[in-house]
């Protein structure tokens, strides 16, 4: 299985990009790198997945170095309401579903 | 917009009480899963389906049990809840060879 390693949380004050970071030093050849976004009470919604260099769309862009070690999600101009729980998930779509752990996540909180 | 629903969203009930989480999606996904969730705590897969009659356990163990019987039902029993079992439960479909899940709003259970 291939553990992943984020930040525990950031801060950041709105209008600001935001990097965060995830390692996967054993990612294996056939995971993809998928990031889910999670407010309180709520389930995690799906925000952006990729498998090698850079990947965007309209909410986050996914930059992934040529070794796969390790997975940066970036999100532009972040607001008040982007203060979340974010997750960084590495496993192969055809795989097992115990490929697919959560982790711990990082609380990014979005200050005025 | 997923097109996944869960039911009751909060329950509240009494030790030794057997209650049923139903899980209910209309996007024809054939793999189906069961999170648990406490509260500020990492998301433990605990029950995963492939398809109509496929069940299996997940990483954390459970006392509780599922059935597939139709493909877009995936309801979770509790035989007998204990105080031990309040959590947040969270249900989510995928389509086959395709990372991103779907997840319902979550049922909030409390066993007294």
């Known amino acids: 299985l291939a553990k992943t390693t984020q930040p525990i949380s950031m801060d950041s004050y709105e209008g600001q990009e935001v990097n965060i970071t995830c390692s996967h030093n054993?990612?294996?050849?056939?995971?993809?790198i998928t990031w889910y976004q999670q407010f309180p009470s709520q389930g995690p919604r799906f925000i952006i997945q990729?498998?090698?260099t850079k990947v965007t769309n309209e909410v986050a862009s996914l930059f992934i170095p040529a070794d796969r070690k390790s997975s940066t999600l970036s999100l532009p101009r972040v607001s008040l309401s982007d203060t979340a729980v974010y997750y960084c998930?590495?496993?192969?779509?055809?795989?097992?579903?115990?490929?697919?752990?959560f982790g711990s996540g990082t609380q990014l909180t979005v200050l005025p | 917009e997923a097109d996944i629903y869960q039911t009751p969203r909060y329950l509240v009930i009494g030790t030794g009480k057997k209650i049923t989480l139903e899980c209910s999606q209309t996007?024809?996904?054939?793999?189906m899963y069961w999170y648990q969730q406490d509260p500020g705590m990492e998301l433990h897969l605990i029950h995963y389906s492939y398809g109509v009659n496929s069940t299996e356990k997940g990483d954390l163990s459970s006392e509780s049990t599922v059935s597939r019987i139709r493909t877009e039902h995936f309801p979770l029993t509790l035989e007998s809840a204990r105080p031990s079992h309040t959590s947040q439960y969270l249900c989510?479909?995928?389509?086959?060879?395709?990372?991103?899940?779907?997840f319902g709003p979550g049922t909030r259970l409390t066993v007294l």
């Open positions: 998930l590495v496993g192969d779509i055809n795989g097992s579903a115990r490929q697919l752990t």
């Open positions: 990729g498998y090698k």
């Open positions: 989510a479909s995928t389509e086959v060879g395709y990372n991103e899940q779907f």
């Open positions: 054993n990612i294996a050849t056939n995971d993809y």
């Open positions: 996007m024809g996904h054939d793999k």
